[in-house]
């Protein structure tokens, strides 16, 4: 069929991104119906007079989003959304006019700490804990210059109060690099600068605390987001997380919840919410007048595709509320992390961030700001994508050195991923513990910095960080895992020869 777009080759969006865009719009408005065939990528490219390449990354887009599918041979239809699950996405901005009064009263001081049990001083030797950057890759010399000039130039502003909404600076950078990464159209003035994506969560909870009545978070979940939740005297709905992530048919149907996800890389299953949930979510969200905070904590690395759309970028009705960080793109001790809020929230999170913090030191804000402007950021993003990469494939191989068709998920993107231990296996937990005694650390999913409310996770799936670790000590670690469970570790040998079933000799 013949698609109509209109393409600008002088607006400052790439072309994929526009072609994405549009052909997203025509699906959701309805249309292009379901079952419908897109234009053969050769075909689109000729018609208006772009790369093929450029209509394949737009594709390729489209499908890992869920918009369309494959056939065989037979090229791309469009997949099948309910149409009841539309009607929320074209309303944009009905929301809008009932956003509820942000909470600005006072409420207890919310104390979240997300370190790792040991405080950092016992890791193994070899330690897949997740979500830790790769330190020799801190772009140092880039930092230091800023620093340096920025101490030369502006010292003036360290006897100063900054804006306790973030240095406008900073601000626009951040909404530029959601716009082009993340699919959204977001303004300066939706935006706080936070102390990490914590501070960030807290904010959020804070905001709209007198709106909600309930609490709904995904199980199992970040344990940051847990202890927040916690903290509160809010009632907690804990809701399962499935292959399809979180599953939206279980979320309370009375009104006010607050709901916590991770829809780009669940954490810790490492699962991507498909797009039916996405928009079951949405609309869930309406209908029950709640809303939802995105924790989008490791969304700028994708590995195998172009970056993908988050929920917050999908949502028009302005039910998403996000929540971003710097700590594994740049360095988790700058903590500097940012809440992206619906505009007509946007004076009383100010307010609220300046009753908590009175805002972010100014000297690490502008350092960050000059760092994404100058061009660093985006290079220095290329260059961890590559570096973090190569060491998933690593794990990727090793598992498959050492292990019968190992079943791995969430490895598309991401710090870490999950590995379903062979049937037969000890449970995760126990081997979490022997392979802690090699000097490896592994994580079940009610470990680490995950937390599983009710013991309702399942106990075979271990959760596996690899950026810390480079590709060498990853064979290594992995060999040494595959070694202790073919021993039997501490639990002994005896009637667990079904233990060396799934391990390859
Ligand atoms: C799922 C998830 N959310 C949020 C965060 C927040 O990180 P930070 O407070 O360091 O920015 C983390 C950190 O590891 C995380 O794993």
Redesign the pocket.
């Known amino acids: 069929m013949e698609l109509t777009l209109s393409l600008d080759h002088g607006c400052g969006k790439s072309l994929q991104a526009q072609i994405f865009e549009q052909v997203r719009a025509l699906i959701l408005d309805g249309r292009l119906r379901a079952g419908m065939a897109l234009p053969p990528s050769r075909m689109l490219a000729e018609r208006f007079g772009i790369s093929r390449n450029t209509a394949l990354i737009a594709y390729e887009r489209l499908t890992a989003e869920g918009y369309v599918e494959a056939r065989g041979t037979a090229g791309l239809y469009v997949t099948s959304i309910p149409p009841d699950a539309l009607i929320l996405i074209r309303d944009a901005g009905k929301a809008a006019a009932q956003e509820p009064a942000a909470e600005a009263s006072a409420t207890e001081p919310l104390l979240c700490f997300?370190g790792s049990p040991g405080g950092g001083g016992d890791r193994p030797a070899f330690d897949f804990w997740?979500?830790r950057s790769d330190a020799a890759s801190f772009p140092l010399r880039a930092w230091r210059r800023i620093v340096n000039r920025l101490l030369a130039d502006e010292s003036g502003y360290l006897t100063d109060y900054c804006d306790p909404a973030g240095l406008p600076d900073l601000r626009r950078a951040i909404a530029d690099h959601l716009g082009r990464a993340r699919g959204m159209g977001v303004t300066e003035d939706q935006i706080i600068v936070t102390a990490?994506?914590?501070d960030a969560l807290n904010l959020v909870v804070n905001l709209l605390r007198s709106h909600t009545r309930q609490l709904c978070i995904e199980n199992p979940c970040?344990l940051?987001a847990s202890m927040l939740f916690s903290s509160t005297s809010l009632p907690i709905h804990p809701i399962p997380v499935d292959g399809d992530g979180i599953q939206t048919d279980r979320l309370p149907t009375s009104p006010g919840s607050l709901l916590y996800v991770?829809p780009s890389h669940q954490?810790p299953t490492g699962v991507m919410m498909t797009l039916a949930r996405r928009l079951a979510l949405l609309r869930w969200a309406e209908e029950t007048d709640s809303y939802v905070v995105e924790?989008d904590?490791d969304s700028d690395f994708r590995y195998d595709g172009p970056p993908l759309t988050s929920l917050a970028g999908l949502d028009r009705g302005r039910r998403v509320l996000y929540a971003g960080?710097f700590?594994k793109s740049v360095g988790?001790g700058l903590r500097i992390?940012f809440a992206v809020v619906p505009r007509q929230m946007w004076d009383d999170a100010r307010l609220l961030k300046a009753r908590m913090s009175n805002g972010q030191a100014w000297l690490e804000q502008a350092t960050l700001a000059a760092f994404i402007n100058e061009g660093h950021f985006d290079r220095h993003l290329r260059r961890l994508r590559q570096v973090y990469k190569s060491r998933r494939d690593a794990l990727v191989a090793a598992l498959h050195a050492h292990f019968d068709t190992p079943r791995i998920s969430g490895a598309d993107s991401g710090l870490h991923l999950t590995w379903r231990l062979p049937e037969g296996f000890p449970s995760a937990r126990e081997v979490q513990v022997m392979a802690r005694e090699a000097g490896v650390g592994a994580y079940a999913l009610s470990s680490g910095?995950a937390f599983d409310f009710n013991g309702e996770a399942a106990d075979d799936i271990l959760v596996l960080g690899y950026s810390s670790l480079d590709e060498r000590k990853v064979a290594e670690a992995i060999s040494k895992l595959k070694r202790t469970l073919s021993s039997g570790g501490t639990f002994g040998n005896d009637g667990r020869d079904d233990v060396l079933s799934g391990v390859r000799p």
Do not use: L
């Open positions: 997300a997740v979500g990490g994506g914590q970040y940051g991770t954490f924790d904590y960080t700590s988790a992390g910095a």
